[in-house]
């Protein structure tokens, strides 16, 4: 009997202390101060102190201030049956005081309310909230082991100021809107989808901070559909520029790991909007397929049917590998906006370092043919024969990159003739050429020039050899075998004709 007396003494002493603690302001002079100095320490923040605290055994009042930023709570809440039904209003007016959680500078205003509801143990949580010019509604249940039944919908939000809020750059102005449903937080399963409208890139920073030449209107949407599966996010990506578009099938981005996997689709309408990054002038549109890895360092293949052939590449961080095969060169030219003087198949090498904007291309033709142009004609005027009927079997061109400047050397050979040059430079940027062609085209050494606008460069002939030939030819047909003949005896006619060849 005694025993009993001492276990309900005990067990009475429990429940008043509890209550005491709980329900009295005794109580709460005790437990506050305790558990404000836990948020401080589990929140990194200076200040979390409670302003007013009021709790029943089935209703609380509590405003909280997080460095003088108000959360305020009220509703029913019943310690006994665990019931919950309270509603929340929070105003944060400058989150920079989450600067040490969140690890990085934050600034800007954060506002959101709603309301929790249920039994511990399986609470519900209806809310919106307003940050970065737009609006966002949630709903989540919050069970014991997991959090699921996560439904999110964040509409019309600034893209610039939510750069802002977190410190970042404002790379780009554009809408954001995002929609997504998560059965499960531990399993992460569910599904997002994200949209960026109206999207215009800030020309004027990016072409400043990273050297680019970025028109000003530079548009773009994006679309991004989401499927959450534990460990790893599979999307169908369409993005779309004022230069290109871009679809993908499948991008997969393991989370643990960090790596990114995906195919793609490249679209450019019209090449010559891209300018800004070749510095060439180019005609017509090409399509790309290929895949990207990127797991710490990226990797990138891409391939095209173009000019009746082949190209394929592969950039691996900065380096960028190209390789044509086939390649009709009228069609290459005409793209390049460069004449179309040369008709062949093109086979080409290319290595090029995107970072230093240097590299080598290595191309080769086979059975080539000059078409009629500024330079065939002139040697046609001087040595009666056409160049444009030469089949050329070995054409072999190098070239060193510089950024937009072109070093070549020239190396072609047909059965009548051979064309060399060491001096053969152009300009992309200023779309210029300068080159001296050194031609033997049958018993004829002659010296080209080329100058000028690539499109419509000035040809000068250097025809000494040439000319001289003639004049010989001339006068030994007009003087020595007519005139001098008819007048002279054999041997002094032989004598003169070995003085003019002298």
Known sequence: MRLIVILFSVMTALVVSIYVMVFTSFGHGILLPIIESKIEQNMKINDAKFTSFSLSTNSIVA??????????????????????????????????IFNKLANQKLQGEFNTNGRVFGIIGNIALKGNAAFANGTTDYALLIQKEDITDINFSLKNLSLEKLLWMVNKPQYATAKLNIDGKINSLNNLDGDIVTKLDNGLLNSDYINKTFQQNLPTKSTFDLTINSNLNKDNITSIVEFNSFVAAIDTKKTLFNIPSGKLTTDYLLSVPDLDKLYFVTNQHMKGGIVIDGEVIFDKTLLATFNSNKFDGTIKGKLDNNKLNVKLDNIQS??????????????????????????TKKGLSKLTTNNGQFLTNQTTQMLKQFTQY??????????????????????????????????????????????????????????????????????????????????????????????????????????????LNILINK
């Open 63 to 96: 405003t909280l201030t997080l460095d003088e930023q108000p959360i305020h709570i009220e509703g029913k809440f019943n310690l006994f049956s665990k019931n919950v039904d309270l509603l929340y209003d929070v105003k944060v007016k400058n989150i920079n």
């Open 330 to 355: 009228l069609k290459l030219l005409d793209m390049l906006n460069y004449p179309q003087i040369f008709k062949s198949n093109i086979a080409l090498d290319l290595d090029y370092d995107l970072a």
């Open 386 to 495: 056409d160049l444009t009927l030469e089949i050329y079997r070995v054409t072999n061109l190098t070239t060193n990159i510089d950024n937009t400047k072109l070093v070549n050397d020239l190396y072609m050979k047909s059965e009548n003739s051979e064309i060399k040059s060491k001096v053969f430079n152009i300009d992309t940027e200023k779309s210029t050429i300068n080159a001296d062609l050194n031609i033997k085209y049958r018993k004829y050494d002659l010296g080209v020039t080329i100058k000028g606008d690539i499109a419509n460069p000035k040809v000068k002939l250097d025809a000494g050899d040439v000319i001289k030939e003639k004049v010989k030819e001339n006068i030994k047909k007009e003087i020595i075998d007519k005139k001098l003949n008819e007048k002279l005896d054999k041997k002094i006619g032989n004598i």
